[in-house]
């Protein structure tokens, strides 16, 4: 939708039903070295599900 409302000439329309939701999963071996990149992004998706409310598990 906020590309439609940038360009003349596109509009955004409401689909019936809504399209799915999309889910993504982050795998990891438990108690393996990770990079300071991976704890950080680990840590960064922790807290976007938080805000999103999305189901979290460590």
Same mark, same amino acid.
């Given at each position: 939708?906020?590309?439609?409302? $940038?360009?003349?000439?596109?509009? /955004?329309?409401?689909?019936?039903?809504?399209?799915?939701?999309?889910?993504?999963?982050?795998?990891?071996?438990? *108690?393996?070295? $990770?990079? /300071?990149?991976?704890?950080?992004?680990? *840590?960064?998706?922790?807290?976007?599900?938080?805000?999103?409310?999305? *189901?979290?598990?460590?």
């Amino acid at each position: 939708a906020a590309i439609a409302t $940038q360009h003349d000439g596109l509009k /955004a329309i409401s689909l019936a039903p809504p399209l799915l939701e999309r889910t993504a999963v982050l795998l990891r071996r438990k *108690n393996s070295w $990770q990079t /300071a990149a991976a704890k950080a992004f680990l *840590n960064m998706a922790l807290e976007e599900c938080a805000v999103v409310g999305g *189901n979290e598990s460590r």
